[in-house]
């Protein structure tokens, strides 16, 4: 890039709208800049391409230079003019690509972010991949208190599980050698999919888990062009499914306490209007002490207000509520079914309606009375049996929610605030001999390769703190405010 050799090409494509703290409306056009290894963006309004124009005509009088003009009447968020002067403006930014002596000066090197890109929070920068404008890599991001998360941060070591989009592996970070489970997710997927706000549904229902002690949290979140990153608590003692292959079934006392917490856990996301949809034994995972946590929050639902009804089909056969099936509409309720039949589970070993048929199992699911028998103690019984009653509006916690749940004899001898603050007597320890011990997870996972695109940067990094103009993935990356930021 010397003197008009090898310029970079810039050219605006895009536009968005955007409100200040004060709620003020304002417009940014997307410069794309691109360079013979690399490419990146900045986001710039017209008040600061204004002051360059100022600046570069006062150096260079004699240049035919302009910007559209100011509008001092009429809507500036029509689209029309937006894009009028969209078209103007990349008119404008093509003059000073193409004149090396504007191209040169530290102020268009300044505006374009040239000089050190790597180093600057507002930029992507990408490899030169066929189809640059492919939606998998042009992803909105919110902004992030850790904008230069990448993968090669962490060394990989294995991998902990597998799901439709991508894998979650253990993780260790190389500054710190702390470990993590970290969820990589394949963007083209999802979008084939069409699964994108289930993706970020789990995204934004792991920023609000940080304040429970029986939801796994998410660390943070990052991405590059291809893939999607959740850094997430390591808890190893395993899924609850894990341990119930080994043991068929747990003594009363032991379900009694995973249910509770359990029933804290759900109480707590519909606190916050969210509905869980997807509790089974293989999101529930034991930590190193024995308490539980929930993971896997893609199904969730927010914004779930207490009366409120949605009516996607979605869940886990075994564990589907008859409303469901029947495709109405339906509430929060359906929680406390799934934790009825996890309930079940652990106390029985299969599933309530169980059959490997399934649409018998779902006949049964709809039609069939639950079967309760010994060992289970009355009051678990009927427990079970109110959670699993098929009418949502005679459930337990169809009217008081969690506060139901908990007034149930069942749990009479659970002290709730104590369960909360980890300050009851656990059941059951897992062996866990380190904080990166495997041996409560699947050797068939444990036993795939790791491959490298999971842990290389060659696919390059996107910053936290863009906003890009597709919104697929809009404010994805997270990092945790830091304690100034309350102030």
Same mark, same amino acid.
């Given at each position: 890039m010397d003197n008009g050799t090898d310029l970079p090409r810039a050219s605006i494509n895009s536009s968005q709208e955007k409100s200040d703290r004060k709620q003020k409306r304002y417009t940014v056009y997307k410069v794309v800049v691109k360079n013979s290894n690399q490419s990146w963006f900045v986001l710039r309004r017209y008040t600061e391409f204004d002051k360059l124009f100022s600046t570069l005509k006062k150096r260079f009088p004699h240049m035919a230079l302009k910007i559209p003009a100011k509008r001092i009447f009429g809507n500036n968020f029509d689209p029309d003019f937006i894009k009028q002067r969209s078209e103007g403006l990349n008119g404008f930014i093509q003059t000073v690509m193409s004149n090396p002596e504007l191209f040169k000066l530290p102020e268009v090197h300044s505006f374009l972010q040239l000089d050190n890109p790597r180093s600057e929070p507002d930029f992507f920068d990408i490899e030169d991949h066929n189809d640059r404008n492919n939606k998998a890599s042009e992803m909105n991001l919110g902004p992030s208190g850790n904008p230069l998360a990448k993968p090669s941060d962490f060394a990989f070591q294995k991998v902990l599980g597998k799901g439709s989009y991508g894998k979650v592996l253990l993780a260790k970070h190389k500054s710190d050698g702390k470990v993590y489970a970290v969820k990589v997710l394949q963007k083209a997927a999802i979008l084939k999919k069409k699964e994108e706000r289930h993706v970020m549904a789990e995204r934004n229902v792991l920023v609000k888990n940080c304040s429970h002690p029986f939801l796994v949290g998410l660390h943070y979140s990052f991405q590059t062009t291809e893939k999607l990153y959740f850094v997430l608590d390591y808890v190893n003692g395993g899924e609850l499914f894990f341990h119930l292959q080994r043991e068929r079934c747990f003594p009363e006392p032991r379900a009694r306490f995973y249910t509770a917490e359990i029933a804290s856990a759900i109480g707590y996301l519909h606190s916050l209007n969210i509905i869980y949809r997807d509790l089974k034994p293989e999101n529930i995972l034991l930590d190193f002490e024995g308490h539980i946590k929930l993971t896997d929050f893609g199904l969730c639902k927010e914004g779930m207000q207490p009366e409120e009804t949605t009516n996607t089909f979605c869940g886990t056969p075994e564990y589907l509520a008859p409303e469901i099936l029947r495709k109405e509409p339906y509430d929060r309720t359906v929680d406390w079914w799934c934790l009825g039949s996890?309930?079940?589970?652990?106390?029985?070993?299969?599933?309530?309606?169980?059959?490997?048929?399934?649409?018998?199992?779902?006949?049964?699911?709809?039609?069939?009375?639950?079967?309760?028998?010994?060992?289970?103690?009355?009051?678990?019984?009927?427990?079970?049996?109110?959670?699993?009653?098929?009418? &949502?509006?005679?459930?337990?916690?169809?009217?008081?929610?969690?506060?139901?749940?908990?007034?149930?004899?069942?749990?009479?001898?659970?002290?709730?605030?104590?369960?909360?603050? &980890?300050?009851?007597?656990?059941?059951?320890?897992?062996?866990?001999?380190?904080?990166?011990?495997?041996?409560?997870?699947?050797?068939?996972?444990?036993?795939?390769?790791?491959?490298?695109?999971?842990?290389?940067?060659?696919?390059?990094?996107?910053?936290?703190?863009?906003?890009?103009?597709?919104?697929?993935?809009?404010?994805?990356?997270?990092?945790?405010?830091?304690?100034?930021?309350?102030?």
């Open positions: 996890v309930l079940y589970e652990m106390l029985y070993g299969l599933p309530p309606f169980y059959c490997r048929d399934i649409p018998i199992m779902y006949d049964n699911i709809l039609h069939k009375p639950v079967q309760l028998r010994p060992p289970a103690s009355p009051a678990a019984c009927d427990a079970m049996r109110c959670m699993l009653w098929k009418d &949502k509006a005679s459930r337990l916690g169809a009217q008081r929610d969690f506060e139901e749940i908990k007034s149930h004899k069942f749990f009479e001898s659970i002290a709730w605030e104590e369960l909360d603050t &980890k300050c009851v007597l656990v059941p059951f320890r897992p062996t866990v001999d380190g904080p990166d011990d495997l041996q409560n997870f699947d050797i068939e996972f444990l036993e795939q390769p790791v491959t490298a695109s999971v842990c290389c940067d060659s696919e390059s990094r996107l910053s936290v703190s863009v906003m890009e103009a597709d919104d697929a993935f809009l404010g994805f990356s997270y990092a945790p405010p830091v304690p100034d930021d309350f102030h």
